[in-house]
């Protein structure tokens, strides 16, 4: 990692599949980061498992987000990739933050409210101290900046929070880490209920598009997607399925919304959404390929994983070090 540059840092979670909505809102710009920043790009399977996994799935699930990350463009040679599992750093240093975090500010997290409302079952300490263990992610580089959606910005901001209280006791320790707010990236809505955004935990199939869906699949989702009553392809408010549609078009086309409507004036909404679909898979096909190459090739996965973690844990180790020895614990 060149000193020069910026540290970012984001992670994505090894739950469900990776949908249109992520690869649109994230993923794609993650790797128009990589020459200018220094990058990291974590799988994190500890945080997954605050709701309850089946072990092969997740296995599965974590080797699928990393394959992924890379077929998408994310260049192991210039960014770092990696299990956050594979670096215990996150793990030591997200104990230590638990004792500077208080629980009246996690209990007002709005994704602890809504999680342990959907798992009344499972409402786990993890689950509570989630925003620690990410808010260790993010210290642990000494990162300046982190793409994150709307959903994550009080996460962001409780990291914030926690290393402004360690920094005022001990001293300069952590880097204050602020959003990475880029050209924004398309906010893709579920296709059957586009006021909601398109989320991979989402029980209904038909709300989203898997980044590894078949062509044939991917056209049938297109084709069930909710419109409205008027037959009129134009951006509106008050039309946001057409809307949800128009601007997955562009987003993978490259064409302005301009371009779009005129393209679609005179076309009823079958064609429309037929259209759409044979864009999204279109592009898709090269990233599907790459993905099933990558998946042949198991020893360059291996070393991938196995470069990222030791490069990820020596700068992790930096930070902890300094924490350690800021707190009072015994040199190792
Ligand atoms: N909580 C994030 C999400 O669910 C994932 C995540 C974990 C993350 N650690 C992070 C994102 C650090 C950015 C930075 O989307």
């Given at each position: 990692m060149s000193e020069d540059k910026k540290v970012i840092f984001s992670g994505m979670q090894p739950s469900g599949l990776i949908t249109l909505g992520n690869y649109l809102g994230a993923l794609n710009n993650w790797t128009k980061l990589q020459d200018e920043y220094n990058c990291l790009y974590c799988v994190v399977d500890l945080h997954a498992i605050t709701v309850r996994q089946d072990p092969a799935k997740l296995r599965k699930a974590s080797r699928d987000v990393l394959i992924q990350y890379i077929a998408a463009g994310i260049d192991p040679e210039k960014s770092i990739l990696y299990y956050q599992s594979h670096v215990p750093q996150h793990a030591e240093l997200s104990w230590i933050l638990n004792c500077y975090t208080y629980m009246g500010e996690l209990g007002r997290m709005t994704q602890f409210k809504e999680k342990s409302q959907k798992h009344t079952d499972n409402i786990n300490a993890g689950l509570f101290t989630y925003p620690v263990l990410m808010a260790s992610d993010i210290l642990l580089y000494q990162t300046d900046l982190v793409p994150v959606g709307e959903d994550q910005r009080q996460h962001l901001e409780i990291t914030r929070d926690i290393a402004g209280r360690f920094n005022a006791v001990y001293g300069d320790v952590f880097k204050i880490p602020e959003a990475y707010i880029g050209k924004a990236g398309a906010r893709v809505m579920a296709l059957q209920e586009p006021s909601k955004k398109m989320s991979k935990?989402?029980?209904?199939?038909?709300n989203t598009i898997a980044l590894l869906d078949e062509p044939s699949v991917i056209m049938n989702k297109f084709k069930k997607a909710v419109t409205d009553s008027e037959n009129e392809v134009r951006f509106s408010e008050d039309k946001p399925g057409v809307s949800n549609l128009l601007s997955i078009y562009c987003a993978v086309t490259g064409k302005t919304l301009q371009q779009a409507e005129a393209e679609f004036a005179n076309c009823g909404y079958g064609s429309f959404k037929t259209s759409v679909g044979e864009a999204v898979v279109s592009k898709l096909e090269p990233f599907q390929k790459k993905v099933a190459e990558l998946e042949k090739n198991k020893d360059y996965i291996e070393k991938v994983v196995k470069e990222g973690s030791e490069k990820a844990s020596y700068l992790a180790a930096k930070t902890l070090r300094k924490v350690h020895k800021k707190i009072g614990f015994i040199p190792r």
């Open positions: 935990s989402d029980e209904n199939k038909n």
